[in-house]
């Protein structure tokens, strides 16, 4: 879930050592599983301010936090693959060809090397790829009911 939360009228501030609102506005936190209560701040990508980089100058930025945060993906991996750029479908096709076993090992490699150091089209792409099998792993086990 992502939503607005306005700091001075006593919004979500996550905990002590969070520090929302630290370095300006808009402040852009997160909170999720692996981040717990105290959330975590995003990442600026580049030298615009914070209100560019997110707002309509940024052009992709914060559809790009969404999808990472939010580990989903605009692609969707049964037909007629809505949302997806030529390089998922191929990936789809060819993991749809793989069994269930070959799928979940898949996606245990991809959660392996999230931590690695990479380039962030390469951490997008890991990203996407992660969003499909969990998709293909859904299906595949909806398919076995």
């Known amino acids: 879930m992502f939503g607005d939360s306005a ?3 006593g919004g979500s501030r996550g905990g002590e050592g969070a520090n929302p609102g630290a370095g300006g506005w808009p402040t852009v936190r997160y909170y999720n599983k692996e981040t717990g209560p105290l959330g975590a701040a995003y990442e600026k990508k580049t030298d615009m301010a914070m209100c560019d980089e997110l707002g309509p100058k940024g052009d992709h930025y914060l559809d790009d936090f969404i999808m990472e945060k939010g580990k989903t993906s ?13 390089k998922e479908k191929t990936f789809i096709g060819k993991m749809n060809e793989k069994s269930a076993e ?17 380039t962030q089209a390469n951490r997008e ?17 909806t398919a076995d009911l």
């Open 7 to 9: 700091l001075s009228d």
């Open 74 to 86: 605009l692609c969707k991996a049964t037909e007629p693959f809505t949302g997806c750029t030529d």
């Open 102 to 118: 070959d799928i979940t090992k898949a996606a245990a490699r991809l959660e392996g090397m999230k931590e690695k150091k990479m």
């Open 125 to 141: 792409w890991l990203n996407q790829r992660l969003a499909i099998l969990k998709q293909l792993s859904k299906a595949g086990a």
